[in-house]
């Protein structure tokens, strides 16, 4: 079974973010690069699915991203995937999310796989859109936030989350499958296989190799960043020691009152 | 953009407070940008949902009763909305935020080649162009996002975003015809659970417990009865939703619902950071925490340091007397 999971590289998550007041865009500079948390689950579950399967079963990682980050894939290649693809190209640049599907498609186009993993969901800018818009450039079916996914009948039996509760659903295959963190912890790279993921191969395309028909990059773009600012700051408000429960209690039924929300 | 189209996620002709406030919002958009305010209604119960909404101020309901759409995953739901979109004409599409639209809104995005914005919580219009607010970065930062002019815009919006105002003379209902399509994703058991009274996105309070709360039973002895006296339902923080205590659609977070009620009371649970941005938002905060170092300190209105299985009960009975008192 071929396996090819996307992974987007992002700052990291509990670094404090900036945006640069003229472009508009993310301060990189100075924060850590790191693979996407919700991908690190769909990884997971790739390689899951790739030990289940035997044989000559592989995982492939692929992430559009500056060339300069490519590097931190290693920690995919060391967790165990095979090998990954980069798409890097300076023409990417300011892709919306609309861009950005239409590129990483036809990039995902040229690789051969059986199941296509998406994230649920980027870190830093979380449009969720990514897995759906890639189902439709592929004509693949698309079954997202699978908690457990099982092979049956040469396709998938898969439990997914759903607002209410959940769902068992079945798809053939090639398909594309989205994670919800509840499919399991991602495991930790080995010692072993951070040494192995040296030899690794991560392969770089490029908007040349792809000949595409649509502009990408910020002119590709269907919308556009106006205006940016910080939340209206929420201060500290005050701390009670309770020395006993009902005191505690005494103390917040009498906020509530004041608040007048009893 | 001219028109405005609702997408109405619904089960058995029930729906959410969303739909109700995005049909609301629909027509103040779709009277700024000089349209029609249209609604999608699909699945079984559709018709029946169809003339419950004739009360809000839409001009045209349209409605596909048909089984498939619970049969097959969201497929037949996009083919339905870009069949919907198609009649209407050039339209800016409003999905509610939640985890089924945003699997929607990602389809459709690619079918209308349309540019979406996400998790919006306000829409500006000024002339032809619709300007999105939502937050990013995990609320860190609230943007404004324009939707460069084209023929269809999505916006995903967070549930409670926008006021539901019902009124209006009774939409056109139109029924969309069945696509001749076959679909392969075929859903086999849907199962819903702790499906309480009122849906987290929607209640007024939310008393969410967290890994403090040691195990399942609290949630049913401790936090239930305190919810209930509040007139609110129960939420949860990830790691009591992993550790299988509550089921996960009661999470509250990053990767769970972000909800926005008037109280938040967060029991047992420290505040890490992809918690707070599923709640940070809220009205007013109250934290119950042994820890009076906890970061949830830092952005509660009020964090009382204590015992949670002695507090929560003592101040049950508090508000039960109170309301007691009123009746
Ligand atoms: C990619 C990613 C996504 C995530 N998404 C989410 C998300 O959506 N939602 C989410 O909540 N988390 C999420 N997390 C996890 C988050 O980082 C925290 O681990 C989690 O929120 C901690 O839950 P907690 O506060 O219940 O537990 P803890 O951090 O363990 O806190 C328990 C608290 O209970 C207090 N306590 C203990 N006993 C008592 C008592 N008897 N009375 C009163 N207080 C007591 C302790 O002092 C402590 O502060 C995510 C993490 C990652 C990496
Ligand atoms: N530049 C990218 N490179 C690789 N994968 C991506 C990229 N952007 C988005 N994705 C994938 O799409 C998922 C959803 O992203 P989003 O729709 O942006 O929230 C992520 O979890 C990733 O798996």
């Known amino acids: 079974m071929k396996i090819v999971v996307t992974v987007k590289l992002v700052p990291d998550p509990n670094a404090e973010k900036r ?12 924060v850590e690069t790191v693979l996407n948390p919700y991908d690190e689950y769909a990884l997971e579950a790739g390689l899951q699915l790739k030990e289940r399967a035997g044989g000559d079963s592989r995982v492939t990682v692929f992430s559009m991203a500056p060339e300069p980050l490519r590097e931190t894939l290693r920690k995919a290649l060391a967790m165990g995937a095979d090998d990954a693809v980069v798409l890097s190209d300076p023409g990417l640049e300011g892709s919306d999310v609309s861009a950005t599907a239409y590129a990483m ?21 979380s449009t969720g859109a990514v897995p759906g818009a890639l189902a439709e450039h592929l004509g693949l079916p698309c079954v997202t936030n699978a908690r457990k996914a099982d092979h049956v009948d040469g396709g998938l039996e898969v439990e997914r989350e759903t607002d209410g ?3 068992t659903v079945r798809t053939p295959l090639p398909a594309l499958l989205t994670t919800a963190l509840t499919f399991g912890e991602p495991r930790y790279a080995s010692l072993k296989g951070i040494m192995g993921a040296k030899k690794k191969t991560i392969a770089t395309t490029t908007l040349g190799d792809l000949g595409l028909e649509l502009p990408v990059g910020a002119a590709g773009s269907k919308t ?9 700051a929420r201060g500290k408000g005050q701390t009670v020691e309770a020395a006993d429960g009902p005191s505690g209690a005494q103390a917040i039924f009498a906020f509530l009152q004041e608040k007048k929300l009893v | 953009m001219k028109h405005v189209i609702v997408f109405v ?4 002709g029930q729906t959410r407070k969303v739909t109700f406030e995005l049909a609301s919002e629909a027509r103040r958009l779709a009277d700024a940008l000089g349209g029609k305010a249209c609604a999608v209604v699909l699945g079984e119960g559709a018709s029946r949902l169809a003339e419950q909404l004739k009360s809000y101020p839409l001009d045209t309901i349209y409605v596909a009763e048909d089984r498939d759409v619970d049969t097959y995953l969201l497929d037949p ?3 339905y909305l870009q069949l919907a979109a198609q009649n209407v004409g050039p339209a800016l599409i409003l999905i509610p935020n939640t985890l089924s639209g945003r699997d929607v809104a990602g389809r459709l995005m690619v079918r209308l080649n349309a540019g979406i914005v996400a998790d919006v919580v306000d829409v500006q219009v000024s002339g032809d162009e619709v300007v999105c607010v939502s937050p990013k970065l995990g609320g860190a930062l609230v943007t404004s996002c324009a939707l460069r002019p084209s023929e269809y815009g999505i916006a995903t919006v967070r549930p409670s975003a926008f006021a539901a105002a019902p009124g209006g003379s009774g939409a056109e209902v139109v029924a969309l015809e069945k696509s001749a399509k076959s679909y392969a994703a075929t859903i086999q058991r849907d199962v819903e659970e702790g499906a309480s009274e009122l849906a987290l996105e929607e209640a007024p309070v939310v008393v969410a417990g967290g890994r403090g709360l040691g195990g399942p039973e609290p949630f049913e002895t401790l936090l239930t009865p305190l919810a209930r006296a509040l007139g ?3 939420g949860a923080s990830r790691a009591a939703a992993d550790a299988g205590w509550v089921p996960y659609n009661l999470q509250i977070g990053q990767t769970g619902k972000t909800v926005t009620p008037k109280l938040y009371i ?10 707070k941005v599923g709640m940070r938002a809220a009205g007013t905060i109250v934290a119950i925490n042994k820890d009076a170092a906890a970061p949830i300190a830092e952005f509660s209105d009020l964090l009382v340091v204590g015992d949670a299985f002695r507090i929560v009960p003592e101040l049950t009975k508090l508000i039960e007397t109170a309301k007691g008192h009123l009746s």
């Open chain 2, 77 to 79: 739901s996009v083919d």
């Open chain 1, 19 to 30: 945006i640069d007041a003229q472009t508009k865009r993310l301060i990189r500079t100075g």
């Open chain 2, 232 to 234: 609110g339902a129960v």
């Open chain 2, 266 to 275: 967060a029991v047992g649970i420290s505040g890490a950071i992809q918690h």
């Open chain 2, 9 to 12: 996620e619904q089960r058995q």
């Open chain 1, 224 to 232: 556009e960043l106006r205006e940016f600012a910080p939340p209206p």
């Open chain 1, 165 to 167: 509760g959940y769902q």
């Open chain 1, 105 to 125: 498609a036809n990039a995902l186009r040229k690789l051969e796989f059986d199941l296509l993993i998406v994230g649920g969901l980027t870190d830093d800018s």
